[in-house]
Nanobody, 118 residues
Framework: QVQLVESGGGLVETGGSLRLSCAAS????????MGWYRQAPGKQRELVAT????????NYADSVKGRFTISRDNAKNTLYLQMNSLKPEDTAVYYC???????????WGKGTLVTVSS
């Protein structure tokens, strides 16, 4: 079992910044990749960014490239998403995701709401 708890969401103006955190606990040694996804009202959940735990390779959605940075602090078992130059279209609930060796489905956190005002 892996538990994921997101934090850091809130209300920010256009052009502002936020840093999201995702604290992982449980069988974290089995995690081989982590990511951030988001779901805006009335829309499907979409990938924002992912990171491979071994080697640190990253992947970003085109809509956030150059503005968002995903990182992981292994000592703190925490995943981060630094979000800069925020836009109203970034408004969504942001979810942390962890893929585990041997599991068909990833673990999910409960999400944190980010609202960007225009």
């Amino acid at each position: 079992q892996v538990q994921l708890v997101e934090s850091g969401g809130g209300l920010v103006e256009t052009g502002g910044s936020l840093r999201l955190s995702c604290a992982a606990s449980g069988s974290i040694f089995r995690i081989n990749a982590m990511g951030w996804y988001r779901q805006a009202p009335g829309k499907q959940r979409e990938l924002v960014a992912t990171i491979i735990t071994s080697g640190g390779g990253t992947n970003y959605a085109d809509s956030v490239k150059g503005r968002f940075t995903i990182s992981r602090d292994n000592a703190k078992n925490t995943l981060y998403l630094q979000m800069n130059s925020l836009k109203p279209e970034d408004t969504a609930v942001y979810y942390c995701n962890a893929k585990v060796v041997g599991m068909a489905f990833p673990y999910w956190g409960k999400g944190t709401l980010v609202t960007v005002s225009s």
